[in-house]
């Protein structure tokens, strides 16, 4: 686990960010500038699923590191792969970085804009004889290339002619040829100790649908051959990548060093983010969806950025959240806890509080005049006057929450139960005269009397109470279903004891209470407002809500697990 102290002194200090480093050296050294005056990053994603908290740490990298150095950032999507990527993952892209709190201006590029110069590119490599058309099969290719301990063998087609190759990849571009049936690949060397250097396929044939050049190709460069020079093009000073990439540096610096692109960037590459009791992988997370193990990529239980932002998290606490992270080339994983807690940090200083009851037990104060009702005072926010007050309304009916009330309480619970005092939040102080019961023996009523010389919870009497209690006036109540959440995944790590990650699934990741009573203000709550219900926990609206029929969202709730966990240390 690698979590930075939440002290603010120390915070900024965390594990670091080496890359930041770099590029303040590379600056301070007069390595960047000639051609583009200023360092340029650029976050690219391929648009096969959704962007999760693993991305929103490339995202805030990227974006973050152009905005220290006066740079720009880029918004490149990598779409190569026509077969499995959609126009509505590009959408869904768009707005979830926007919505992260970035602006890529009017950079935004598309690999699949530069297909014409690729090819052109490859062209140019054959001519210099340093690729060649294979007709060996994809399962050949990989047999020929050799392991990790044995050097590859040379295809029989690797010393092809310069015009034979050119005729064969030209009719490859005109779609002569069916899938698979022939590559192009560099022409690098088979023995080299990394196996990425052992002629790379560089373009297969696909007679795919392409989201955005349609059926205009039939050859489609791989990831290798279009991102170093895409990033070329769009004059990247700095590309940033996740590990996985260290070992195709050498290929990258081979293309660019063997094309005729017009700068020359260079691939970094640090540790991906990992969260505990999730999945930050994109195959997977499709598979939960695809498997119907979760409501969609947005479900509140998803990492997703889009699941994170429909359950409530704010933007500024997935930043925060990535920046006190740091940045390191060694793996970690981070504690989903941390991420709550940052959610908690933000949300603490700026959610207004509310009233709700989530299981309610009806309270019947008998003193209290039929038919009447008033307005009381309540503050928005006990840290922060500027938030105002705001009326809840006060009746002979209120619900309050089942656990506030125990029959025969023991010693601890300062709550209320027969005979006992509390007060009410924002109200009165009530004595519980009666408890009524059904048929079972479970509690379906209180009978209480309340003190009218108590309104806005204190006595002139000066006699204390121990307990204070939420409540909503039931006549005027919003009826709502609210949904609580859990880990979706059991272990820490799941699928890591060698079995299948979806056998780790919690089957309690989502309880749904109906019936929940709200205090009326809450009607007006909008989509991405966030408040906290007293003595609950973070809410917000989900999108599932209609307007007589309320859905909220448990964010988090008020117990900070992490801080815990860290005072214990
Ligand atoms: P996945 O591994 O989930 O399938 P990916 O790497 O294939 O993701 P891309 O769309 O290619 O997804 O990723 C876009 C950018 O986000 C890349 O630069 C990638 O390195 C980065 N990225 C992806 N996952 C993580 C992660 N867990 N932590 C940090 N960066 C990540
Ligand atoms: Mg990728």
Known sequence: MNTPPDNPETEDEGPGNFIRDIVAGDIAAGRVGEKTRGIVTRFPPEPNGYLHLGHAKSIVLNFGIAADFNGRCHLRFDDTNPVKEEMEFIKAIEEDVRWLGFDWGEHLYFASDNFETLYQWAEHLIKNEKAYVDDLTADDIREYRGT?????????????????????????????????????????????????????????????DHPRTGNAWSIYPTYDFAHGQSDAIEGITHSLCTLEFEDHRPLYDWLIENLPVPATPHQYEFARLNLTNTVLSKRRLTQLVTENHVQGWNDPRMPTISGLRRRGVPAAAIRDFCNRIGVTKAASTAETAYLDHCTRDILNAEAPRRLGVLDPLKVVIENYPEGESEELDAANHPGDETQGTRKVPFSREIYIERSDFMEEPPKKFFRLGPGREVRLRFAYFIICTDVIKDADGTVTEL??????ETRGGNAPDGRKVKGTIHWVSAPQALTAEVRLYEHLFNESEPGSGGTDFLDDINPDSLSVLKGCKLEPSLADLGLGDNVQFERQGYFCLDTDSSADAPVFNRTVGLRDSWAKTQKKD
């Open 447 to 452: 009978h209480c009397t309340y003190d009218p």
């Open 148 to 208: 990790l301990t044995e050097p590859g063998r040379p295809s029989p087609f690797r010393d092809r002619g310069v015009d034979e190759n050119l005729d064969l990849f030209r009719r490859m571009r005109a779609g002569e040829f069916a899938d698979g049936e022939r590559v192009l690949r560099a022409k690098i060397d088979m023995a080299a100790g990394n196996i990425n250097m052992r002629d790379p396929v560089l373009y297969r044939i696909l007679h795919a």
